[in-house]
């Protein structure tokens, strides 16, 4: 990668190896530039408010941020944008409708279009533009972001299908499976990489080595603590095609000691971009082929429990978010007032079965008094009501329910495990409290 000097992370020094002490050294001297930065970041607001004028202090040095060009970096402010807008849209439709599933949709599939524009374009704000490393990286990257985001985005369109909780399984299925798939790729990218992309070897001298300070964890109020540690790479020198470069190894050690004596070496770098220079640690893609097979591994029983599940047969029954949104009601869950009798001011209080017969056909019926379990309301005066009977579906109504309700309705029988079971599936129901039913038909019994 090319070699950026003034990064307030990096520290030069001809030491192949250092001791512990000299790791701790660093480490201080890294937090105390830190400090540094953000002194000098606060006493630019103070000045900028105190003197509403334009700030000229520079900052005591350089950061990733500093690296990236002006243009790249407006670029990359549009994304975030654009990003950002996104999001809000999914939570103000998620609201207004109370369905997170198309606040789902909406946000991933933005995301899909914003990882296929980085994909396209090759721009994409990352530390890998800074590193030297070519916009193929990026590209790679954005793909692979899209895949995530179709997986993600297409069961949802199955939750009609499949139900709420099928299209959940087949997501989590997918998306592990995305993962140990992206693991095998890496891996073979990794393995091929030495042939692929580093093919020219040139002299180089050594001048000395660059350690950056990394760190994980947080540290915060709330008890978290910060762990450093170094990475290190050999300061190359180098000439190509009469030009000089000045370059780190694109994959340093996770380590804090060199691996390459000062002085004249041999190197491989990559000829499309010579500031690009191989070294094949091994460590971290050992990591990830652990990560692929536990993937793989979750991802396996997953689709074995979708596809062994009957989530098709479930779905028509279960309580789904899409059953409860009063914008995209299925035939199992009208209401009364949608269809047939029309408004409840033309529903007698009591009903017959040629009034049923007139207006829902004389196919086989059945009704019955079910008791409800919960009902949730809304302030425009919509309930969804669910029944202590499983068979049925929840109720979308424009009243409020009683204790019970009268639910006219027909039946469906379907096989589960070697086991039979029936559906029941409602064309009108209505208040108990105030409304009858006269006439001959009865409850489905097996």
């Not at 001809?14 to 201080?28: F, S, V, W």
């Not at 993600?152 to 087949?170: D, E, N, Q, R």
């Not at 990475?231 to 390459?260: A, C, H, I, K």
Request: aromatic share 14%.
């Amino acid at each position: 990668m090319r070699y950026i000097e003034g990064r307030f992370d990096q520290f030069e020094s001809l030491d192949k190896n250092i001791t512990g002490m000299e790791k701790y050294e660093i480490i201080e001297e890294y937090r105390s530039r830190q400090m540094e930065m953000a002194s000098a970041g606060l006493g630019q607001i103070k000045e900028y408010f105190t003197n509403k004028g334009e700030v000229d202090q520079q900052l005591p040095y350089k950061t990733e941020t500093d690296q990236i060009p002006e243009g790249k970096s407006k670029k990359a402010g549009w994304g975030i944008l654009i990003f950002v807008i996104l999001l809000f849209i999914a939570v103000i439709v998620a609201a207004a409708m109370g369905n997170v599933v198309i606040a789902l949709g909406i946000f991933f599939g933005g995301f899909i279009v914003l990882a296929l524009y980085a994909a396209i374009t090759g721009n994409a704000r990352s530390s890998s533009y800074y590193e030297g490393q070519t916009s193929t990286g990026t590209r790679k990257t954005a793909l692979w972001l899209a895949a995530f985001g179709v997986a993600v985005v297409v069961p949802l369109f199955f939750i009609p299908k499949f139900g709420t909780k099928g299209s959940m399984i087949l997501m989590g299925a997918s998306l592990f499976g995305m993962v140990a798939v992206y693991m095998i790729v890496g891996l073979i990218d990794f393995l091929t990489l030495k042939v692929r992309k580093y093919t020219e070897k040139v002299s180089a001298n050594c001048v000395g080595y660059v350690r950056t300070v990394k760190s994980n964890g947080s540290n915060s109020s709330h008890g978290g603590s910060v762990q450093y540690y170094l990475t290190t790479s050999p300061l190359f020198e180098y000439y190509y095609e009469g030009q000089m470069y000045r370059g780190l190894y694109d994959r340093p050690l996770d380590d804090r000691n060199g691996d390459v004596e000062l002085g004249s070496t041999t190197i491989l770098i990559d000829p499309k971009h010579p500031e690009d220079i191989y070294h094949g640690s091994v460590v971290a893609p050992l990591k990830g082929v652990g990560i692929g097979i536990l993937c793989a591994v979750i991802a396996a029983f997953l689709f074995y429990n979708f596809f062994t599940t009957d989530y098709a047969e479930q779905a028509k029954k279960e309580i789904s978010i899409f059953k409860i949104m009063s914008v995209m009601k299925d035939p199992e869950s009208f209401d009364p007032e949608d269809f047939g009798l029309g408004d409840l001011s033309n529903i007698p209080s009591e009903l017959t079965d040629e009034l049923i017969e007139e207006h829902y056909g004389t196919d086989t019926w059945y009704v019955e008094e079910a008791k409800v379990d919960y009902v949730n309301g809304d302030n425009d005066g919509n309930y969804t009501v669910y029944l202590l009977d499983e068979a049925f579906p929840a109720l979308n109504q424009h009243y409020e329910a009683g204790p019970k309700e009268l639910i006219f309705y027909r039946v469906e029988e379907y096989e589960e495990n070697g086991e039979t079971k029936i559906r029941k599936d409602p064309f009108l129901w209505l208040n108990a409290d105030n409304y009858s039913y006269i006439g001959e038909h009865g409850a489905y019994e097996k």
